[in-house]
């Protein structure tokens, strides 16, 4: 037995076959056929009956009836209306479930909280094509959410739980993390879905903060500067800064600035917390 050939994937062949459902590439459409790694989203997700769970892309309702079957309730949105009667069907003996045929960056997700009388906990294998503008939309709106699950492009993952000095310590580390706690639960292999992306996958876990890490006086900005610093790696953040076109700051205000805060004039982004960042940015821009 190949280690695809799980009982999920079987499963998913029939439900196609049965169906005669046509992938869309441009809907990100690779499902998940192993089982295991079912059961590691469930765990990451502590999910139990009390729970209220989002699921975006719930594809032909793999991971939503493992999701129902812990009691909790789920609306899944799916923004392909031919999954539409695959999921009703499959999952008309879940009281529980409730399928949305809709684009999830247009669903309500205040009211869908409001409806349930509590925070939501977000759990999907997000289709690739907008996995960051999903993530980012439901951390910078600060959006009723609890606990965020989700299946993404490894190497993104890797960029959003990165400490400074790693390789993959960024913007999307520090913007990411300002938001929310972040690691990786489970690195997944391309070989778990179909059909088999070009990319491995990771399952991320994201806890939003009850209170941010750093304080800033314009959260905006703060963001802009830290993709500044960024903007050029092996550079110092001097460089990065007093040539960046979205400041106007001098060689001279820049180092003056660094001195204040006691860092060193040749330092570079790649080396700075989130804590570091704030400091200077305050010593900058007040
Ligand atoms: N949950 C299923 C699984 O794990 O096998 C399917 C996951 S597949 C990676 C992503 C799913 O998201 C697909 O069913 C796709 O049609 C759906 N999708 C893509 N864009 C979407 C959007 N903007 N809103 C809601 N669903 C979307």
């Known amino acids: 037995m190949s280690f695809i050939e799980t009982t999920l994937y079987q499963k998913t062949k029939d439900i196609i076959n049965r169906y005669g459902f046509i992938f869309k590439k441009n809907f990100g459409q690779n499902f998940l ?15 139990d009956a009390d729970d209220a769970v989002l699921e975006i892309g719930p594809g032909i309702g793999t991971l939503t009836e493992a999701l129902a079957m812990s009691g909790a309730r789920v609306t899944a949105v799916e923004i392909d209306r031919t999954l539409i009667p695959i999921l009703e069907n499959e999952l008309r003996g879940f009281k529980n ?12 997700v205040r009211g869908l909280s409001e409806e349930y009388g509590r925070p939501l906990k977000v759990i999907a294998n997000l289709p690739y094509y907008i996995t960051t503008p999903i993530i980012m939309n439901l951390l910078e709106k600060e959006l009723p959410v609890e606990l965020i699950v989700v299946m993404i492009q490894k190497e993104v993952a890797m960029r959003m739980q990165a400490k400074p000095g790693s390789k993959d310590y960024g913007s999307l580390s520090i913007v990411t993390q300002y938001f929310a706690d972040a690691y990786v639960a489970a690195n997944v292999p391309r070989n778990c879905f179909m059909p088999r992306p070009n990319v491995d996958s990771a399952l991320i876990r994201l806890k939003p903060h009850d209170v941010k890490p750093v304080e800033v006086s314009d959260r905006k900005m703060f963001f802009k500067f830290v993709k500044a610093a960024f903007s050029k790696r092996r550079k110092t953040l001097v460089n990065c800064i007093t040539t960046s076109p979205d400041f106007d700051i001098s060689k001279e205000k820049m180092t003056r600035a660094l001195t204040e805060v006691n860092m060193d004039e040749r330092v570079r982004g790649e ?3 989130i804590e570091e960042f704030a400091l200077l940015f305050k010593s900058l821009f007040g």
Not at 97 to 108: G, K, S
């Open 97 to 108: 479930v409730r399928i949305i045929n809709e684009d999830i960056l247009r669903t309500d």
């Open 33 to 47: 056929v192993d089982d295991r790694v079912l059961d590691k989203i469930i765990r990451a997700g502590e999910i």
């Open 271 to 273: 080396s700075l917390s």
